[in-house]
């Protein structure tokens, strides 16, 4: 069986060594959500890219870069997402956010439940 919803995911990318009171800034940001209640972060890491300036970021043949794109996504009803976005941008403060609606199913196959 599964349940699903209309909520929203906000995407922000930002490169990998941008750092928020002395951490790294997509874990900060993570945890920011959690401590706010947000239903769910995940962080993942770009293997290439780029933004308005149009350089390309990427990882380089020993798999060492410190400026690549890294890709956070979070998921949450639109009010809630509303209520954290000024922090988040107060976090951010460059990069890129992308906001949508999406449809969110929660899943469940032998008494299991799978997000």
Sequence with gaps: MKECSKVERITCIIDEDRK???EPLYRAIVEEAQKFGIAGATVNKGIMGYGAAKKIHKENPLGRSSDIPVIIRIVDDKEKL????DQLCDMIQQGIILREPVTMCLVRCGGKTIE
Aim: glycine share 14%; no cysteine.
């Design 82 to 85: 509303d209520a954290f976005s």
């Design 20 to 22: 928020h009171n002395g």
